[in-house]
């Protein structure tokens, strides 16, 4: 990352690292994430990137310009993570787990399935209920009861009607090691996400903890969060 751009960092009872960023723009984080990753050999400690970013859109590797509905002044950048586009902004907490899969003995799915459940028991600390959506990865709230209750019963002919998305994900793998990661939205600007279909989804309704009446700052929110995903990431204790 530019070398003017001096992070915080602490270490993990596990190990590993986490390195405070501050606001970054989102290109020289995907080029210092691709660059870690390809130096690092089989005893690099893994690595936890909290950022922010400057507000900018950004393209998975499937990702299709027609979910771009008018970007305006807001840059649109293609990244090589999976999923279609989000946006990324001031007042949402970004994370990138720079871990080695490996030493986890995990699989791809396996890894997501830790990154929700990180996020979720992070709502929960806050008291919102977060849930998955089947096929659709990132983590949801229920809006018409967003504290109290999760996914409504029964069959769903729309299975996004009355929710709201506040947590999106998008991850890559390369030589068993992963980069990009995870964002939650906290307390943001939201109009940008109008101007997209936010992951693909036409009409999805995109919202942050401010909305939901719970009122925190990043800080506090990224705590809980870097917390848990160490927790769920940290590689089995050896004899």
């Given at each position: 990352m530019n070398h003017r751009t001096v992070p915080v960092a602490s270490a993990l009872s596990g190990g590993a690292f986490v390195r405070a960023w501050g606001l970054v723009p989102y290109d020289e984080t995907f080029a210092a994430m691709q660059a870690f990753t390809a130096a690092r050999g089989p005893d690099t400690p893994d690595e936890f990137w909290w950022v922010a970013h400057p507000p900018v859109f950004t393209q998975g590797v499937a990702g299709k310009a027609e979910h771009v509905l008018g970007a305006g002044d807001i840059p649109v950048v293609q990244s090589n993570r999976g999923g279609q586009v989000t946006y990324h902004g001031p007042g949402q907490v970004v994370v990138y787990p720079l871990v080695d899969l490996r030493r986890l003995?995990?699989?791809?799915?396996?890894?997501?399935?830790?990154?929700?459940?990180?996020?979720?028991?992070?709502?929960?600390?806050?008291?919102?209920?977060?849930?998955?959506?089947?096929?659709?990865?990132?983590?949801?709230?229920?809006?018409?009861?967003?504290?109290?209750?999760?996914?409504?019963?029964?069959?769903?002919?729309?299975?996004?009607?009355?929710?709201?998305?506040?947590?999106?994900?998008?991850?890559?793998?390369?030589?068993?090691?992963?980069?990009?990661?995870?964002?939650?939205?906290?307390?943001?600007?939201?109009?940008?996400?109008?101007?997209?279909?936010?992951?693909?989804y036409a009409g999805l309704a995109t919202v942050d903890l401010a909305t939901l009446g719970v009122h925190v700052t990043p800080e506090a929110v990224a705590a809980v969060l870097i917390e848990r995903l160490a927790a769920h990431l940290s590689p089995p204790a050896t004899a």
């Open positions: 003995g995990i699989y791809v799915k396996e890894y997501v399935f830790r990154l929700e459940a990180a996020v979720i028991q992070t709502l929960e600390r806050f008291g919102v209920i977060g849930f998955r959506v089947e096929s659709a990865p990132g983590i949801y709230v229920n809006l018409a009861d967003p504290l109290n209750a999760g996914l409504p019963a029964g069959p769903r002919q729309d299975p996004f009607a009355g929710l709201g998305k506040i947590s999106a994900l998008g991850i890559k793998v390369s030589n068993h090691c992963t980069y990009h990661g995870v964002s939650l939205n906290v307390a943001m600007d939201l109009e940008p996400f109008h101007r997209i279909n936010p992951c693909g």
